[in-house]
């Protein structure tokens, strides 16, 4: 593993490196213990470089077996290595010359899944961002292009399948029960996209032909038994295809794309070139196994990953502080894509609440960071939300500053740029500024910049003068190491609603740049004043969430009503209830904690229950706005002085007066969607069944007995009605009969298979209360479970200390305790999964003091050991600083 080192990496530190690596092969001898790396790189001196300028490669953790220059090996005291680096002091004075490095490594032993690992038997590789130099000494850095020719050779028995990048260009076999192949990709790429996969899989075949005539053969390869399993992403892969030609014009550059899914990674998947490595879970679906939350992801990381080939490979990033220019980007092409396969408002509410759960906690706290970073200690911590999230909703507001037109053309010129190019953010907003007669400069403070803008709204009508006037006020809070800020540009999108819930159209507008239904909003205050407008209309503020901020409006309850029922934008109206729900969840956290019992507004109540029952609008969005705030999310909105179980006790009694006042409604509503037939997993199908899931757990609040959920438990015929109802029960029910046989019934029936197991953990995971400190201890000897095993560290670690409100910050701080005893076992094996746990701690700060004690007793206890790697020691330092 990697020590921390306490070196931090600046951007104005960029500068191009002294020599260039256009061609680059490898030849890889596979064995589990002692792999062979021959690596030949035709080396080139960068023009104005001084001959002679000494070579410093990467390393990490390698074991160096020879060296040669031109074919003759290099005397000892020519170089030297340590794992870290192989330095050539003084390299032939030619302007070329080929280095040829031979290194060996040991997948078998390698649990941090960076580099060449072993993963059921499986040899695969991860270099994004800096694993490539842990196969060979290499300039391991995304602005080093090169063109790649690899030779792969294993025993034929063992690894049948030797995959890697580009197209397959030669085979054979050889001596001994050993084969080979060479693959070459003829397009120029930085290491982090270098792929090899060698293993026996099953693979599922087909075939695209792109605009242009090009047919391309498709394969996945999962385990053996699981090519069915892989219909649907195979299937998610031919429409990203399609698509990316249709809305971007971008087609597919190889006669090859393969997709190899893997038991133990660290994160969903990756877009090496013409081979995209899965995570298993992002792969395998079909409707016994996996939820349409399952299906839903395959399709966007599917997509996602094979977005990157134009937008981080043909185009990468110059240096890693870049890393949004493919990851923002690219995030935002995927929420497209399936915001055109699916409901494109449902989509953009579920992308609003994702945003606020993971980007505002992170830029509210002391991890928070510009989309563009400045510094870094460890880079694998800034694959982040805010880099991916927010990086996407700054491209969107590009397109709506822009508009769709100029946006196209922005991207047309990006892309003609820049195609083979290591580019950076300044790049990518030129060619909008270029392609259009916008001036970018101050909305570029969108990649500077750290903290969530807030806009505080006030408005009056004059209905004498027929006057409508906003009041705007902008702020963006302090946040590490940024005390002063800017003022941004804000697009803010806005309608005037009428009395009969339509859009009211003034007769003009003054005080600042308002065009297509938003304001621009520039400075730090800032009034437009409509006139023409004769009756006071509600205004419908940040239509579909058109800006990543938060607002602080005093606006009426009444108003609020409202909007949620009229507004003409539906992610307006998903946005009144939320809010509406918030308040009411703040309220009843101060009645809770002043010893009163909360109460809630009868008016909000009684709307719930008109639009779950609404037709007109669609069960999946009926579902949504049916879903209350989360306690996380409550939590942040409180701020301070954060008490778990006041906020639990608050939530459970708006569920239950929900319950109660709809209840026979609800049941109509229940007993009318019929959870059986032939399942389909398209949006429409899975928006029916969220809201009948949605409607059994209020139904279970309000029952005295789980036989609902037990009912649905058992007849269920797909995994979404499963999964829930065992959860209801689980969380509504716990330690009732129904409920173990229930964990028991699914244990028996998926015990064999790890995917399906992880949401039996998850559920118990995240049973409410102080008992879930033991409960996740004992699920941790659970013969499936497994701490090298990312997917089940996050399915049960994770989602303790994520989604486990109460039971993570158990009062007496036992919660943390435990978690801290179990991020430092996995940072044992696996850095970079310890310390994306590790980032759960990250709002310890807004906790109640008994437990802000506790928690920073536990970071303590983390940070105490000496040889932290350099992944944990920095996001515990930036934590506690
Ligand atoms: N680019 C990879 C992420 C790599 C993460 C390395 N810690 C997957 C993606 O964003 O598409
Ligand atoms: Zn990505």
Known sequence: MRKDTGQVFRIEDYRPSDYLIPRTSLAFALSPEATVVTAVLDIERRQGIAPGTPLVLDGDELTLVSVAIDGKPLADDAFSSDPQHLTIANPPHDEAFQLTIVTRIDPSRNGTLMGLFRTNGVYCTQCEPEGFRRITYFTDRPDMLSVYTVRIE???????????????????????????????????????????????????????????????????????????RAAYAMDALKRSMSWDEEVFGLEYDLDVFNIVAVSDFNMGAMENKGLNIFNDKYVLADEATATDADFANIEAIIAHEYFHNWTGNRITCRDWFQLCLKEGLTVFRDHEFSADQRSRAVKRIAEVRTLRAHQFPEDQGPLAHPVRPRRYREINNFYTATVYEKGSEVVRMIRTILGPDDFRKGMKLYIERHDGDAATIEDFLAAFEDASDHDLSQFALWYHQAGTPNLTISTAHDAEHQEFRIEIEQSVPPTPSESRKRLMHIPLAFGLVGEDGSDITPTSVEGATVENGVIHVRKRRQIVRFQGVRERPVVSLNRGFSAPITLSVEQRADDLLFLARHDSDLVSRWQSLYTLFTDALIHGFRSVRGQKAPEFPTGLIAAIGDIASDESLEPAFRALALTLPGEADVARDIGTNIDPDAIRVSRDALASAIAKANGERFQALYDGFDGGGTFSPDADSAGKRALRNVLLDY???????????????????????????????????????????????????????????????????????????????????????????????????????????????????????FFAETVLEIEKRNPQLAARLATAMRSWRSLEPTRQAAAREALLTIAAPDDLSSDLRDIIERTLA
């Open 154 to 228: 294993a025993e034929r028995a063992q690894a049948p399948l030797l995959l890697s990048n580009g197209n397959l260009v030669e085979q054979g076999d050889l001596a001994g029960g050993r084969h080979f192949v060479v693959w070459h990709d003829p397009f120029p790429k930085p290491s982090y996209l270098f792929a090899l996969v060698a293993g026996d899989l099953a693979g599922l075949h087909d075939e695209f032909t792109t605009a242009s005539g090009r047919k391309v053969a498709l394969g996945i390869y999962v385990e053996h038994g699981k090519q069915d």
């Open 699 to 817: 139904l279970a609040v309000g029952a005295e007995d789980p036989s609902l959920a037990a009912r649905q438990f058992d007849q269920a015929t797909n995994m979404t009605d499963k999964a829930a109802a065992m959860t209801v029960l689980a969380h509504r029910f716990p330690g009732h009969a129904r409920t173990t046989d229930a964990l028991a019934a699914f244990e028996t029936q998926y015990g064999h298979d790890p995917l399906v197991m992880d949401k039996w953990y998850q559920t118990q995971a995240t049973i409410p209360g102080a008992d879930a400190v033991d409960r996740v201890k004992a699920l941790m000897t659970h013969q499936g479970f497994s701490l090298s095993n990312p997917n089940r560290v996050r399915a049960l670690i994770g989602t303790f200390s994520t989604l486990n409100q109460t039971g993570f910050h158990r009062a007496d701080g036992a919660g943390y305790t």
